[in-house]
């Protein structure tokens, strides 16, 4: 039986280095990532699993074959000492240097996260109860001037038939919208996340996004997403009643669909605007 599970500890040892992709397939384990960052945190967080199954299996391993091996019904005795300078410099030592081994590359992975700079558009995220706001407020480079000013609010499509259980519940259930956050591929996004009225939380966890939105203030993040395709998430901030209610829905598409996808929406805008010029001049002459 140690032999078996020293073999499978060294078959999980080999893959550490093997990036997070080959593992997210697993049913129980994180999303694939689809960022840079996201793929650095898949990653770090397979090294310190298998690193604190390494040392719990060791440790562990250790403390029962000496309690077995050493106990004092087949004559061993216990001995007797108060100090070892040699154990308690290991114990101190070898500590230390995993713990610079872990936060070296998590250093590396938070300075990363954090840094928002540069960013090719900028989109402001509001939280409310219980939907999203988003409005693209500046593109730069290629994509200055190609959404800016496109705002909208995102709500969930689910049909109420399905929550009630009176209809079988849909593939993406409660994680459905009707208006998607889009995006354009390989492109760096950077978000502003407040709040309107409670504190609510943007995560979008194939991205490595998780950042509160607090009425207030403005927190930002940022992610380039590699391939097109649509991705999910939540409100992950206990936000009252309809928590469950506020998915987050991101299509990535390729930059030219984004740029014919900005066009319909700006006139889709104009056109409603025009409506409610209209609608209110002629309440207005009929109140006169």
């Known amino acids: ?6 073999q ?25 990532p689809q960022t840079e960052i996201a793929r650095q945190m898949y990653d770090l967080h397979t090294v ?24 004092k019904s087949v004559g061993h005795q216990a001995v007797q000492f108060h100090e070892n300078a ?15 081994g872990m936060a070296w590359p998590a250093t590396q992975s938070l300075l990363a996260l ?7 558009m900028t989109i402001k995220i509001t939280g409310y109860q219980w939907k999203w706001g988003y409005e693209y407020l500046k593109g730069e ?17 689910t049909p109420h038939a399905q929550i009630y259980g009176s209809e079988p519940k849909g593939e993406h259930y409660l994680l459905e919208v009707d208006n998607p956050l889009v995006v354009p591929v390989g492109k760096k996004v950077r978000v502003l996340i407040t709040a309107n009225d409670v504190l609510h939380a943007w995560w979008v966890p194939a991205f490595g996004v998780k950042q509160d939105a607090v009425p207030g203030f403005i927190r930002d993040a940022w992610f380039r997403v590699d391939k097109a395709g649509t991705y999910r998430g939540q409100c992950a901030e206990l936000c009252g009643r309809e928590h469950g209610f506020m998915p987050i829905v991101v299509v990535v598409v390729e930059q030219n669909e984004f740029a014919d996808w900005a066009s319909k929406q700006k006139t889709a805008s104009a056109a409603e605007g025009a409506t409610t010029t209209v609608a209110v001049g002629a309440a207005g002459q009929t109140a006169k």
């Open 86 to 100: 040699t154990v308690e410099i290991i114990w101190t030592v070898v500590p230390f240097f995993i713990l610079i």
């Open 8 to 32: 499978r500890i060294g078959a999980v040892t080999a893959l550490m280095p093997l990036s997070g992709l080959a593992w997210a397939q697993a049913r129980y384990n994180l999303q694939e």
């Open 48 to 71: 310190i699993l298998v690193a604190c199954l390494v040392i719990c299996v060791g440790v562990f391993g250790m403390m029962f074959y000496s309690v077995i091996r050493h106990r």
């Open 141 to 157: 480079g290629e994509l200055s001037g190609v959404a800016d000013g496109v705002q909208f609010y995102s709500t969930l499509s």
């Open 1 to 6: 039986m140690t032999k078996m599970l020293l």
């Open 114 to 120: 954090k840094d928002t700079s540069s960013p090719d």
